[in-house]
Structure formats: C-alpha cells, structure tokens
C-alpha cells in the first residue's frame, strides 16, 4: 500500500469515525451511552429513566450549573474546608467525577453560568469568576456585580436568573414570617403597609455586564410581594420570569383557633408564579389556599381563613403547591433527550417541609408540570422521589437526602443535587 | 405535772412539724437536697407530662419531634449544651428569646427564636426545662417555676 492510498484511509477514518460517533447520539436517549448505578443512586423515577451518583458528600450543597465542557460548579450553604464552591471534573467519561476542587470564600445559594461567567449569589451580594476552558477553578479573583442588600437573619439567600438581554434578577427575600410587630410571635397583629416590602420580599433587576452596583443605586424593583424565592429562572421561549415562593409557616401556632394542625400541614399554598415587569403577590397581605382555589386575607391582616377582601389588589399563581414542601429550584427542559411531554414544562426541587409538624413532613422529592406556552397545561407530578430514604419523614434531619439544586447537560441529562450531605445524582432516559 | 407533760411533748410535736414545713418551703436548709429529690421523684409524671405539652404547643414546629431541629434553620436539641449546662442563661434564652448566628454541635444557624416570656408562665418554662433535661438525651439540675420568677 503505498504511503499517499494509506494517508487517504487514516483521514477517511479520521472523518468517519467521529460521524459514526454522532449518529449514534441522536439516536439514543442516552447519548454518551453513561452506566446507571445498579439502584440508580437510592432515587426512584419513571419507566425508562435511570440515574449515576456523579459525586457523593460535597457539602450542603445549593444551586448547581454546568458549563459547556462538563464541569459542574455548585454552591454550599456552609463553607467546606474554609471554601463556598464545589467544582466537579469528570475525565474518564464515565459520567462520575474524578476531580474535586473547592473555591470561593462565601457560603451561599446562586450559581449560574452565564457567557463564559460563573455567578453567585451570597447573603448579600452577587460575584462573578471568569471561566476559562481548561481550568476548573478560576485563577482570577472574582468581580463584585451588586451589593448594599439588607443583612437580615430569615430568608437571606440571594438566588437569581439571567435572561437573553443580559439582566439579572435577583431575590431579596422578607426578613420575616408575616410582617407582623413582632417577628414569629404569637399574637402580634401584621404591619401596613408593611414597610419591609421597600427593600425586601421581592425581585430587584440589575445588569449582568455591569459591576459593583448596589440595590440602592441601580437595582430596578421588578416585582413585589414574594416572601422568598429560592427557586427562580429566566424562560428563554416565552421571555418571562418564573418564580416559586415560600409560602408563609406557622398558621396554626399563631391562630390555633382557627386554623387546625391538619390545615396547617396543607396551607396555605407554594405559589408557582409568573412574573411580569411590575407583578404584585399575596405576601403579607394574603396567602393563596390551593384547596378553595382562591386567595385569602391573611389572619394577621384580619382574615378568619374565609375572607378574601383585603388592602391591596394582587395577582393569583398559575398553580398551587401543597404547604410547607419548600420549593427550591426550577428548570425548564429545552433538552432533546427526554420524550416529547417534557420538553419545555417545569421541573421542580421540592426541599420538603418542616412545617407540617406535628404531621409527617413532605416533599424531598423533584417534580415535573407540562407546559404549554406560558401556561401549565396539565397537573403536578412526582419525577424522581425518594431522596429521603425512608418510608416516613418525621422531621427533615432523619431525610437521608434533600433535593435542592437542578441544572440541565447539554446532553439533555438532569444533575439534582442534594443539601444534607451533597451528593449529585445525573438523571438521563434510556428509553424502553 | 402529767397533763402539763402531754401538753409539753404536744407542743413540741407541733413545732417540729411546723420547723418540717419551713424547711420544705426553704431550699438554702440543710437536709433540702433529699427532700427536693423526693419532690421530684413525686412530680416527676406531671412535669414530663405538662412539659412535653409545652414543647409539643410551643417549640416542636421549628425543634421538631425529636428535637432534632431543622437542617440549616433551627439547631437541634438533642444532647444540647444550650440545656443541659447553664439554668440562669437556658431560662433567659427561653423568656428573652435568641437571634443572630449560633454555633451548635459544630453547625451554625441565623434565625430567629421569638421571646417567649408573654406566651408561657413561670410554671410552664420550669415545666418545659426539666421535661426537655429528661428527654433527648440532655441532662441537668431540676428548676422550679421560683427560679423562673427570679429572671423575669
């Protein structure tokens, strides 16, 4: 054979080779072709689904984001080792990781990848590290983008979402329960108009380019009356915010006498929320029962679980949740692998309760909801479930895992991440 | 001189019983940690009762049933220093309430614990006190509704 004919071959499998490898993709729910763990990491999911523990004891870990070339970034709650961030390499291709690297001095919530950036949410600020292809923690020191929130003890997570045209909207959530004088105190009446919606409980836009910006200074306050979004993200089809709030606790402690434990444990609702420029919410002045279908005047306003009249016109959700199951991430799925009914719905992290006591707590579980155009077009439901590991949840400590992060491959594979001890699990469909 | 004696012997007997009463009533008398022990063993089912009451009523949404709190938010209080070490500061914590960041078995928590000194008499806290120094694996020293009153 001579040299040029064998020259010609090697560049012919040189193209064919990576094609034959292509092909394959598209033709397969699960792409890189990825070996579920033998229990699918402790998780339950529909027929045809399976799940890999991409990396297991991380920290508490928050929100989580995956870069174009694989790396996972997730924020802890609490510093490991002195650092805030967890970044995950997998070189094998096995789909689990191989490298573990920690950075950042701040303990928080956000975390998302936005055009070659890796930002994060503190308690009181957004930072952003510039990413490099190569390296897996950023060698430069990370840039201020806002600061000047509140310092405040309840609901100071800063979470965000970053749309198309490069604005960041940012959660600042109410520093306490109901605005009532005295913060989670039985019998104290609720402030009005309640002065914590100036600063607080609800979602400031800033610009994503632009750094060291303060509230104050440059923060546009977008939408009002949201007690605590944890779990927020920018709709990149319809160009609209999604948002699911923390209802408020305590109905029964507070009212026991009109609100029963049973009550308590199912009320009032998780609003799952559509945010437009200018949107205003229930909280304080109202909360939304999911099971009347309708929103109520809270008891510190003078509501007796029945009246609806109140201060101030609000906006109704598209969808309640049941009480207390602490939603605390949202993704809609723009992937390709999954079937067609869940392109473009919502999935949902469900932290699941503590507020349901003396009852068995819920949640700890992700859910899926269909959409069509902006709107839900049919019910919740359980996607992958038990987390928790036990048959009862008693109280959120004895959960084995807490679902509290969720993020999409390019694949078109979910990562969940998990807030007790920090496992990742890597969700993909195998088909039949 | 007979009848005299028996009234003498009566009356001694009367001040004696009378000498018992203070004493009960007198925690600084020697000889009162037997009798605080025998009280306690006496009111030991009514203050496990009455004080789990208080818990379940007051505390249990955020401690939780088994008082192991709730992961990020509210500390536990299991096996909890906090209880089990400092009567005067545990009764202050309950009556004042506590709020700022807290560093318990290791982990750290910012929240809000609301003041509790209108929502529950002397009774209840010392009630609440020894229930939770018997249970959840604490321990400590019994404390009456007085020493309550005393920090109020």
Not at chain 1, 280 to 298: C, E, G, I, Q, T
Request: a negative charge.
């Amino acid at each position: 054979m001579n040299r040029r004919i064998h020259n010609n071959l090697k560049l012919l499998l040189t193209l064919v080779l990576p094609l034959t490898f292509l092909t394959c993709n598209t033709q397969d729910g699960n792409p890189r072709r990825l070996s579920p763990d033998a229990d699918n990491g402790g998780i339950s999911l529909p027929e045809g689904f399976s799940a890999l523990v991409v990396a297991d004891n991380l920290g508490r870990g928050r929100h989580i984001d995956v870069y174009d070339n694989g790396d996972i970034y997730m924020a802890l709650r609490r510093l490991n080792n002195g650092k805030g961030i967890v970044a995950v390499r997998d070189t094998s291709g096995d789909g689990r990781a191989d490298i573990i690297r920690y950075f950042g001095d701040f303990a928080g919530t956000g975390m998302e990848i936005h055009d070659g950036y890796l930002y994060f949410g503190g308690d009181t600020m957004v930072l952003r590290y510039k990413l490099k292809e190569n390296e897996l923690v950023p060698d430069e020191e990370p840039e201020l983008v806002v600061s000047g929130f509140p310092e405040q003890n309840q609901h100071r997570d800063k979470p965000f979402a970053i749309d198309k045209a490069g604005n960041i909207y940012v959660n600042v959530g109410a520093p306490s329960n109901a605005c009532m004088e005295q913060t989670r105190t039985m019998g104290s009446p609720g402030m009005y108009p309640c002065p914590q919606l100036e600063r607080q409980a609800g979602i400031w836009r800033f610009r994503v380019d632009k750094m060291n910006q303060t509230q104050e200074g440059n923060g546009y306050h977008y939408a009002t009356g949201i007690r605590n979004s944890i779990a927020l993200t920018w709709n990149d089809l319809n160009d609209n915010l999604y948002i699911v709030m923390h209802g408020r606790d305590q109905l029964h402690q507070f009212y026991p006498d009109m609100y029963t434990q049973e009550e308590n444990a199912e009320l009032p609702a998780e609003e799952f929320l559509l945010v437009k420029d200018g949107s205003v919410f229930s909280w304080p002045y109202y909360y939304y029962d999911h099971l009347k279908n309708k929103m109520v005047l809270a008891p510190e306003y003078g509501g007796d679980g029945e009246k609806t009249e109140g201060p101030v016109e609000v906006e109704d959700p598209i969808m309640g949740f049941p009480g207390h199951l602490a939603p605390n991430d949202i993704l809609f799925y723009t992937g390709d692998q999954f079937q067609e009914r869940y392109r473009n719905g919502a999935f949902i992290c469900f932290h699941g309760s503590w507020n349901r006591a003396p009852l068995e707590q819920e949640g700890y579980f992700v859910a899926f909801i269909p959409f069509k155009g902006e709107l839900p077009s049919g019910d919740w439901e359980i996607f992958a479930d038990d987390f928790a590991g036990l048959e009862v949840v008693s109280s959120p400590s004895q959960a084995e895992h807490r679902p509290m992060g969720i993020s999409m491959d390019k694949d078109g594979s979910l990562y969940v991440c998990d807030s007790q001890k920090g496992k990742i699990w890597r969700i993909f469909y195998e088909g039949k | 001189m007979k009848v005299n004696n028996l009234f003498y012997v009566i009356f001694l007997f009367v001040l004696l019983v009378s000498c018992n009463n203070q004493a009960n009533t007198d925690d600084k008398k020697p000889g009162n940690e037997k009798e605080k022990a025998e009280e306690i063993a006496g009111s030991e089912q009514d203050f496990m009762e009455k004080g789990e009451k208080v818990y379940n009523r007051v505390c249990l949404v955020c401690h939780q049933s088994d008082g192991s709190g709730v992961p990020m938010m509210y500390p536990p209080v299991i096996e909890s220093d906090y209880i089990s070490v400092n009567t005067d500061s545990l009764i202050v914590l309950i009556l004042e309430g506590l709020s700022g960041p807290v560093v318990v078995k290791g982990e750290e928590y910012n929240s809000i614990m609301p003041p509790m000194k209108d929502v529950l008499d002397n009774e209840e806290i010392s009630d609440l006190i020894n229930y939770l120094r018997n249970s959840f694996g604490n321990t400590g020293d019994y404390v009456k509704a007085g020493e309550v009153a005393k920090l109020r």
